[in-house]
């Protein structure tokens, strides 16, 4: 949705106008999917940095924090071209540095946290289910 907004890609933004730019765009864009009808919402790994969308996402929607350590992360997207924030000589490092400081805030935005290890995404997404049904946002599944 930030990208339809934008016009291009996130990483074009970043390097033609920065990062506190784009912050602002999400923050619209965040106000705007968490108060409008209900879906399912995947942000940004920074979304978190803002203390206005963080008390959105907690009053507005159900947060659930899918964690993985650093090194998990690194994992997945050491191929990764297009993340802007990992476009550095040490992306393990990088990675550590922001887990340091978001984390905190990811547990405090999240009604739930799903630790995610290796599953497939069809497990991961029947963890979230579940959880979701156990807390009562959910009925049971057919």
Do not use: W
């Not at 690194?74 to 550590?96: A, I, K, S």
């Not at 540095?97 to 905190?104: G, H, N």
């Amino acid at each position: 949705m930030i990208e339809q907004r934008i016009g291009c890609s996130i990483r074009d933004f970043f390097a033609r106008v920065g990062e506190p730019a784009f912050r602002e765009i999400e923050a619209e864009v965040i106000r705007e999917l968490a108060t409008g009808p209900s879906k399912v919402v995947a942000t940004g790994g920074g979304a978190v940095l803002r203390d206005e969308n963080r008390a959105c996402l907690r009053e507005h929607a159900q947060v659930i924090y899918l964690r993985s350590s650093p090194d998990e992360l690194h994992r997945r997207v050491r191929n990764d071209t297009v993340r802007p924030l990992l476009q550095v000589d040490d992306p393990l490092g990088r990675l550590r540095d922001l887990y340091a400081i978001r984390d905190p805030l990811y547990r405090e935005t999240a009604h739930f946290t799903i630790e995610t290890g290796r599953p497939s995404v069809a497990t991961l997404v029947n963890m979230v289910m579940m959880q979701l049904e156990l807390a009562g946002v959910l009925g049971p599944a057919p």
